[in-house]
């Protein structure tokens, strides 16, 4: 049972290909050498091809300045033993001259044995020039070989010479094998310079940056955990610059969890406590309903709703402190009366910080009564802590306006003030626990909490605008209820 509960290790492929080394440097030096000897490959054969075309334009040239032996020769004829010196000096064995259509044996050399192949210099295909070099190499040097090419001395349509290719061959191989050794050479070199460059201006860098995720990964408090920036300005400095947001990103997570987990633990122990303490003061909510004073019988039921909802709170905290909210239940809500309600919850008053409410006595939001006194009352409260917070530097009273908007399909309430504005520095973190409180005794919690009760009924909570003005917070709900119904008082009936 213990292997089950184990956690499985992701397994390796057992079957490999071939073998590829796992460091980055490793493939780096041996994809740079390859790349090198391939295109050294591909050079290779028009560098041979151009090498035996010259020779063999070399010996053509060599033969054609033999045959003009024979124009100073009496009948332009050549004795055998001058015809041999000629044609040993030029390293050709037979030469030819067509003119005008005649063809004519300049030079005769000894009887051939086998026919030559052709190679006509003056019209040959891309392809065949690439591959004679390698057919040459492939006959082994016992072959002869015919070659046709435009004369350069003589006016003549074309010299055609006949040479035994053994001194091609061997000149064509000892080229060959200096053309590998320059291209394993520079392979070599280049592989080692790109090697070294790779591994200082990248291999390096992200070696550094991985080892610091490795040890981030281990102990996210330890110093040496965190990347150093280098100060590029390239892909690597990016890439280092993300890396330390995030590891920063992470902390505050970390962090926050921590003091969740520190809250939740707290809140569990005297969460049985607290839900005795507000029984004992629903009780006695009731016994002062039953004395029957005017004054108690009309704070009363306020008094009732804040008790309610304290008790509905405490019985929703989980163990680790976060409370576990219900799906809201929406309804039609008259927003003029709850937002009468949750300003006097958050202490608003004409004597200190005053509501401005500009919302009709007949609009309805579709949202949970209890969810949206709460998001109202952490709005009004975040105001009012601001404005009470500015002092004397504050001009004119302060105020909390309260606007409503209806925007197709959904329903828009902007709750704002003429307070200091919140700081640029807060606002990346102002809708995250124990990140976004600007006061010095804010925990970070009353915008966290909101937007998540805004979130649940399907619509959202931002901050539209902040400024040296003020601040407005703009709630987000879904839906568009029909305004309710305007209540006629009866007339009384004369006695």
Not at 34 to 42: D, E, R
Not at 119 to 124: A, E, I, K
Not at 145 to 172: G, Q, S
Not at 247 to 276: P, W
Request: net charge positive; charged share 25%; no cysteine.
């Amino acid at each position: 049972m213990a292997d089950d509960q184990s956690p499985q290790k992701p397994q390796r492929s057992r079957h490999r290909r071939f073998f590829w080394p796992g460091g980055l440097s490793a493939r780096l030096l041996i994809l740079t050498v390859l790349f090198v000897v391939f295109a050294g490959m591909l050079v290779l054969p028009p560098t041979l091809a151009a090498f035996e075309e010259q020779w063999l334009l070399d010996r053509v040239r060599a033969a054609e300045l033999a045959s003009l032996a024979t124009d100073v020769a009496p009948d332009r004829v050549v004795s055998d033993q001058v015809a041999g010196q000629l044609t040993d000096a030029a390293g050709v064995q037979w030469v030819a001259i067509q003119s005008e259509g005649m063809r004519r044996l300049v030079l005769r050399g000894p009887h051939l044995a086998r026919a030559p192949y052709l190679v006509d210099l003056r019209h040959q295909a891309p392809g065949s020039w690439l591959a004679a070099p390698f057919q040459t190499l492939m006959g082994g040097g016992e072959r002869m070989v015919r070659v046709v090419a435009e004369p350069r001395f003589r006016k003549a349509d074309f010299i055609e010479i006949v040479a035994p290719d053994a001194e091609l061959y061997r000149k064509l191989r000892a080229y060959l094998v200096r053309l590998l050794g320059i291209t394993a050479f520079v392979s070599a070199i280049a592989g080692g310079l790109v090697y070294l460059s790779l591994n200082i201006f990248l291999v390096a860098p992200m070696q550094r940056i991985t080892r610091a995720m490795e040890r981030f990964r281990a102990d996210p408090e330890d110093p040496r955990a965190r990347v150093e920036l280098s100060g590029r300005r390239d892909e690597v400095g990016r890439a280092e610059i993300e890396l330390a947001r995030m590891q920063a990103d992470l902390r505050v997570a970390l962090n926050s969890r921590a003091r969740l987990a520190a809250l939740g633990e707290a809140v569990a122990k005297i969460n049985h406590d607290l839900r005795n303490m507000l029984t004992s003061a629903q009780i006695a909510s009731e016994r002062l309903a039953a004395l029957g004073d005017p004054k108690v019988s009309e704070a009363l039921p306020r008094l009732e709703r804040a008790l309610d909802r304290a008790v509905k709170l405490a019985s929703g905290v989980l163990a680790y402190g976060k409370t576990q909210e219900p799906a809201p239940e929406a309804r039609p809500v008259p927003l003029a009366d709850a937002v009468e309600a949750a300003a006097e919850e958050a202490r608003l008053s004409p004597e200190g910080v005053r509501l401005n409410s500009h919302i009709g006595a007949r609009v309805q939001v579709l949202a949970d009564p209890d969810q949206l006194h709460r998001i109202l009352v952490n709005l009004m409260r975040n105001a009012r802590e601001a404005i009470e917070q500015q002092g004397a530097g504050r001009r004119g009273a302060g105020e909390v306006k309260v606007g409503f908007e209806q925007a197709g399909e959904m329903s828009l309430v902007r709750v704002g003030d003429n307070g200091p504005g919140v700081p640029e520095r807060a606002r990346e973190r102002l809708f995250q626990p124990f990140s976004g409180s600007n006061r010095p005794n804010g925990a970070g919690l009353g915008l966290a909490i909101a937007r998540e009760l805004a979130q649940g009924h399907g619509g959202d909570l931002v901050l539209a605008a902040t400024g040296p003005e003020g601040t407005t917070f703009e709630l987000r709900l879904p839906g568009a209820p029909e305004p309710r119904p305007v209540q006629r008082r009866r007339a009384k009936k004369p006695a």
